[in-house]
């Protein structure tokens, strides 16, 4: 089963590959990283913070963007193209189809991701060479962590587009409620705090109502701020172990969970 | 039929060009003059945008600093004085930029850098500071201003001094600092405080125009400081301070009253400090104070 699985992903990474739009997304990622060396002299000392920001949101933003034009497309094209037919004729059950698929483009955005940190680590370096003096709290082992952090990030994301490819019909609508959960699952976080604190401070009363339905929405989507660690890497702030554990931990538990419903689901569809 | 399409071409050639030319002109001329008189413009409060970054806190933090920095650069190269409102939108920013981003240093100290001297607004600035004193509780730069704030502007020398010791107890900062609050205390409201605070902060900056503000403001600090020095001869020899400052050059203890930078009037306090009448803020064209 493990063969088949990984057989599945390596098509499923090659296909992603051989996309056209690869090359724009990573030319749109230097053209940041280039951005960057030119913008960080408007700074007047924390300049190892802009570096860090506009590197990681590079990354990121590259991420997403792979995820949801590529990696909806590979999902989406077996059942849009009817190949999906030739696909399931083979030796595979449905639950190794899933599992292929999204493992492909984990490895597909792992891929990426790796190219992109080998430009992205020459950008930081230079600039920090270039203005060493303004690199004070930088540390390269906390902007590692947080690049590996996008990556676990990407990958709940692709789960969320497999999960939603499984039980649409059509590719927009998975990418409209991928983008959708996406928006406020990166969103939730800040605004449960906020209201938690509103309520504190007994300024708006209104809104216990909000905030209960608020509260199941955070069980529901994923808190995508819990793999933000773009803030301590910008900073070099400390990370206890504990906190990558349970992030990494809580991420995996729910792509596990989301492809098991994906599974259970897409067995029971028909094709026409 | 071809020599018809043809001369429609070139009419459309000779007459849409410069049209295009002209009005391309007139536009970006027109804009300039748009932003020239704009009012400040607009920040989200840092409730919305935080959650409207989605994620990209720190980079939305940066680019509404560079909106700031750039709104006081653009009024200070026209030579246009930032108004009290102007000064609203501009302390707002930084207020938000630090929402945003509470660790970033560059608004902290572009906010010591402008909201106390060209504003005015002590409270302001030590509010921002001590906001960042919560986060950046490794930086002893911050405790140091807002301990320079008491000194120098407030004359609070208590409090001044507390934050002094507080910077200095902080691990990594410079030795100066455990005798500067001796030394400030004894120097007080005196432009030697200003002179050794300026110093510094302009040994750290890298920023370009703040760095031709701050070298001027050293000059106009050094030259006030020089004519303290020889009022304190004149005031030990005499036991009383000259009726002018004319007088310490007439007595020989000044070779002439250097000019100040900013085109003031040199004048004594009553407290023996030396001041001038710019008080070394450039000179505006409209009144408005």
Request: charged residues 20%; proline residues 3%.
């Amino acid at each position: 089963m493990l063969k088949r699985v990984g057989a599945l992903a390596v098509v499923t990474c090659k296909e992603g590959i051989r996309d056209r739009s690869l090359f724009g997304i990573l030319l749109f990622a230097l053209f940041v990283l280039g951005l960057n060396v030119a913008v960080a002299g408007f700074f007047m000392r924390d300049l190892g913070k802009v570096t860090v920001d506009m590197n990681l949101a590079a990354l990121s933003f590259a991420g997403l963007l792979l995820v949801f034009f590529i990696g909806i497309n590979l999902m989406a094209k077996d059942i849009d193209k009817k190949t999906i037919h030739l696909v399931l004729s083979k030796p595979f059950s449905r639950g190794e189809y899933i599992y292929g698929k999204y493992l492909g483009l984990v490895l597909l955005v792992v891929c990426t991701l790796a190219l992109l940190l080998v430009f992205s680590t020459t950008t930081v370096a230079g600039v920090n060479a270039m203005y060493p003096e303004y690199f004070g709290g930088f540390s390269w082992s906390v902007y590692f962590w947080a690049v590996a952090f996008i990556g676990v990030q990407l990958a709940l994301l692709c789960a969320i587009v497999v999960f939603f490819s499984a039980i649409t019909t059509s590719s927009f609508i998975t990418l409209v409620f991928s983008v959708a959960t996406y928006l406020v699952g990166v969103s939730i976080e800040e605004v449960l705090f906020y209201l938690k604190s509103q309520a504190a401070a007994g300024e708006v009363a209104a809104s216990e109502t909000l905030r209960a339905v608020l509260e199941i929405v955070a069980w529901l989507v994923p808190n995508f701020s819990a793999f933000d660690l773009k803030t301590e890497a910008a900073h070099g702030l400390a990370l206890e172990p504990v906190r990558l554990l349970t992030s990494a931990g809580y991420g995996l538990g729910y792509v596990l969970i989301l492809l098991w419903l994906a599974t259970l689901i897409f067995r029971r569809r028909e094709f026409n | 039929m071809h020599w018809r399409r043809l001369g429609i071409n070139a009419l459309m050639l000779l007459s849409m060009v410069p049209l295009y030319l002209i009005l391309h002109s007139a536009s970006w001329k027109q804009r300039e003059e748009v932003r020239r008189s704009a009012p400040p413009g607009y920040t989200m409060p840092a409730a919305f945008s935080r959650v409207l970054a989605f994620g990209y806190q720190g980079l939305l933090s940066d680019y509404e600093f560079l909106r700031a920095i750039t709104f006081y650069g653009d009024r200070s190269v026209k030579q246009v004085r930032m108004s009290a409102e102007d000064w609203d939108f501009f302390a707002y920013s930084l207020d938000v930029v630090t929402d945003l981003d509470p660790y970033f240093l560059d608004p902290y100290v572009l906010g010591e850098g402008l909201l106390t001297w060209d504003a005015q607004r002590f409270d302001t600035a030590n509010a921002l500071l001590r906001k960042g004193m919560e986060y950046r509780y490794w930086d002893w730069q911050l405790p140091y201003y807002v301990g320079f704030n008491h000194f120098y502007f407030l004359k609070d020398y208590a409090t001044g001094s507390e934050y002094l010791m507080q910077a200095a107890q902080i691990p990594g900062s410079p030795a100066f600092l455990k005798t500067l609050a001796a030394r400030l205390a004894y120097y007080g409201g005196k432009s030697q405080t200003a002179l050794i605070f300026l110093q510094q902060m302009l040994a750290q900056s890298n920023s370009e125009t703040l760095n031709q503000r701050m070298q001027k403001r050293l000059l106009a600090l050094e030259r006030a400081v020089q004519i303290e020095e020889a009022l304190q001869q004149y005031r030990s020899d005499f036991g009383a301070d000259p009726a002018a400052l004319k007088d310490l050059v007439q007595s020989g203890y000044l070779q002439k009253l250097p000019p100040d930078p900013y085109g003031g009037e040199w004048g004594i306090l009553r407290n023996g400090r030396v001041y001038s009448t710019s008080k070394f803020v450039d000179p505006k064209p409209d009144s408005r104070e």
